[in-house]
């Protein structure tokens, strides 16, 4: 078999002042080759190549001096050379559904950083439609493309159809659903959230707890009812009718206005903060109080949370977390170390502001 030329370990010597090669009567540039960066920076090629590769074996000084001779010669690694001598590409794939979602962008922020920390690029497909079709067809083609590992982005119950089939020559991480157990995978604890949610507004007297959940397709929003319903039953409480959401403040708003409508709702629990801010306007439209008539509490602690009126008691979950642990992992796998199956939890917080407050009975 012959031999694979490195175009990116070039040794041709010649002189830093002339780097011009003459083709068919004329002059034409010649790419800076990997030795005239060494020569400039002072460096041995294998030193270059370190440099190129992320290599944490050289110094800061050196790498800034080779780095610096890079940018001058205008030096460019051919990554597909280095994919065939390394066996990686320095790309991740991520899938994912849509990137309308706060938690979505907050996670996809983090993966972005963690990938650009180890000096690899991101390849991401986004779905409007989570379909099991749709799934397998984005995942066959990141098994396709120059990839290392796949981060999945998916909180529907199709991640649970066996029709689905993941890679298995790269591996593959999954964020946000517990209920892919034979994959590692990364996700707040939603009934734990939740179940602080409950008993928050449940300490403050309210006699029952009204919720407005999340689309019925969103794994998140049915752990974090089926725990409201766990409480309430739990604490032998009335369990109303579920008001179910689209996670958007306008499907808020409509649940907002039958809340208003019933005069025996004084508590309320939103699957997302998204939607209790339709439920706060509905609830402001309608003459109705928060928290003196009805408290309420949001989930997923947005940076807008603390400016809504009033300020929104809320469940925080770490999304950046999620994500960095998830590149941790998939890392821990790429680079060969042993990653176990099975979903890995991060804790979720209360946040206590001014929209919920003690029960007043009428």
Do not use: C
């Not at 929003?221 to 579920?242: D, F, H, K, Y």
């Not at 928060?290 to 770490?318: K, M, R």
């Not at 999620?322 to 941790?328: D, E, F, I, K, R």
């Amino acid at each position: 078999m012959a031999p694979i030329h490195d175009t990116s370990a070039e040794t041709v010597d010649e002189p830093r002042g002339d780097r011009r090669r003459r083709s068919h009567g004329t002059m034409t540039a010649r790419a800076a080759s990997m030795s005239d960066v060494a020569r400039l920076a002072g460096v041995s090629s294998q030193t270059v190549s370190r440099v190129s590769n992320n290599s944490d074996s050289v110094t800061t000084e050196t790498r800034d001096r080779v780095v610096a001779a890079m940018n001058e010669l205008g030096y460019r690694p051919n990554s597909a050379a280095r994919a065939l001598k390394s066996g990686r590409f320095h790309s991740i794939g991520v899938l994912m559904f849509t990137l309308e979602t706060l938690g979505n962008i907050r996670t996809l922020d983090a993966i972005a950083v963690a990938a650009a920390e180890k000096g690899y690029s991101i390849d991401l497909i986004s779905m409007l439609d989570p379909s099991t079709g749709t799934i397998s067809t984005a995942l066959s083609r990141l098994d396709e493309e120059a990839v290392d590992g796949i981060i999945v982005i998916l909180e529907t119950h199709e991640l649970m159809e066996s029709a689905i089939h993941f890679p298995t020559r790269i591996p593959v991480v999954i964020v946000d659903s517990q209920l892919r157990k034979d994959y590692p995978s990364v996700n707040a604890d939603q009934e734990q959230g939740a179940a602080l949610a409950v008993r928050h507004l449940l300490d403050l007297g309210h006699p029952t707890v009204w919720h407005v959940a999340g689309p019925e397709s969103s794994n998140s929003a049915s752990m974090r009812e089926a725990s409201w319903r766990n409480i309430l039953q739990g604490e032998g409480r009335t369990v109303p009718p579920v008001l179910r959401g689209t996670w958007g403040a306008d499907s808020g708003y409509r649940a907002g206005l039958e809340i208003a409508a019933n005069p025996e709702i004084s508590a309320v629990f939103t699957a997302n903060d998204q939607m209790a801010l339709g439920v706060l306007r509905a609830l402001h439209e309608a003459g109705r109080r928060v928290p003196e008539d009805v408290s309420i509490v949001g989930f997923d602690n947005t940076e807008e949370s603390a400016e809504y009126w009033p300020p929104l008691t809320t469940i925080h979950q770490d999304f950046a977390g999620a994500g960095a642990q998830a590149m941790s992992l998939l890392f821990d796998a790429i680079e060969g170390r042993e990653v176990p199956s099975g979903v890995r939890t991060l804790s979720t917080d209360l946040v206590v502001r001014q929209s919920t407050g003690p029960y007043i009975a009428r």
